[in-house]
T-cell receptor, first 112, second 114 residues
Framework: EAEVAQSPRYKITEKSQAVAFWCDPI?????LYWYRQILGQGPELLVQFQDESVVDDSQLPKDRFSAERLKGVDSTLKIQPAELGDSAMYLC??????????FGPGTRLTVT | GNSVTQMEGPVTLSEEAFLTINCTYTATGYPSLFWYVQYPGEGLQLLLKATKADDKGSNKGFEATYRKETTSFHLEKGSVQVSDSAVYFCALDRSAGGGNKLTFGTGTQLKVEL
């Protein structure tokens, strides 16, 4: 069964350092989502791609976060510089447009 | 705005007990409603959904009915198993035309004991 892949699964970084997460969606899924899930809360959408284009980044803190999906397949989410408050689970999901979202296992980020 | 409110956890039950996890929502119009489940160390999985009022979503023995009059979508299961232990998230699609923009509740942890 096809799955959304994410790496790394765990990342510990010091504040002010740069960190990057990678996501490989299910083959053929044009829509890709990045979510942040703070411990004890539900996921919050950071950015949504349709193919290589950003369709919603209204909740992305653009002063330190960036996301790209250059060839419309895999995607990278970057934080620079990381802050203590960025400690969270970062989830990637993919879907056919307007269909069910399939989630990856997530990357747990700890900023020290 | 759009929001989802879930009962706080953890909910601890004995195996074979009846489960209810409450979910209410605030939204413009009549959004599609979802329950997702997150097992330890894994991503979220869609458990069930309902797209219009009075629809009942069901899967793996879980059920939820879209109640427009009470703006609720409570999750139920008649007999829980230890393997049902997980975090359950209620969510709504806040986009017009089913654009798949999800707003999640804070999640309810379920622990099932022998």
């Amino acid at each position: 069964e096809a799955e959304v892949a994410q790496s790394p699964r765990y990342k510990i970084t010091e504040k002010s350092q740069a960190v990057a997460f990678w996501c490989d969606p299910i083959s053929g899924h044009a829509t890709l989502y990045w979510y942040r899930q703070i411990l004890g809360q539900g996921p919050e959408l950071l950015v949504q791609f349709q193919d290589e284009s950003v369709v919603d980044d209204s909740q992305l803190p653009k002063d330190r976060f960036s996301a790209e999906r250059l060839k419309g397949v895999d995607s990278t989410l970057k934080i620079q510089p990381a802050e203590l408050g960025d400690s969270a689970m970062y989830l990637c999901a993919s879907s056919h447009p307007k269909n069910e979202q399939y989630f990856g296992p997530g990357t747990r980020l700890t900023v020290t | 705005g759009n929001s989802v409110t879930q009962m706080e956890g953890p909910v601890t039950l004995s195996e074979e007990a009846f489960l209810t996890i409450n979910c209410t929502y605030t939204a413009t119009g009549y959004p599609s409603l979802f329950w997702y489940v997150q097992y330890p160390g894994e991503g979220l999985q869609l458990l069930l959904k309902a797209t219009k009022a009075d629809d009942k979503g069901s899967n793996k023995g879980f059920e939820a009915t879209y109640r427009k009059e009470t703006t609720s979508f409570h999750l139920e299961k008649g007999s829980v198993q230890v393997s049902d232990s997980a975090v359950y998230f209620c969510a709504l699609d806040r986009s017009a035309g089913g654009g798949n923009k999800l707003t999640f509740g804070t999640g309810t942890q379920l622990k099932v004991e022998l």
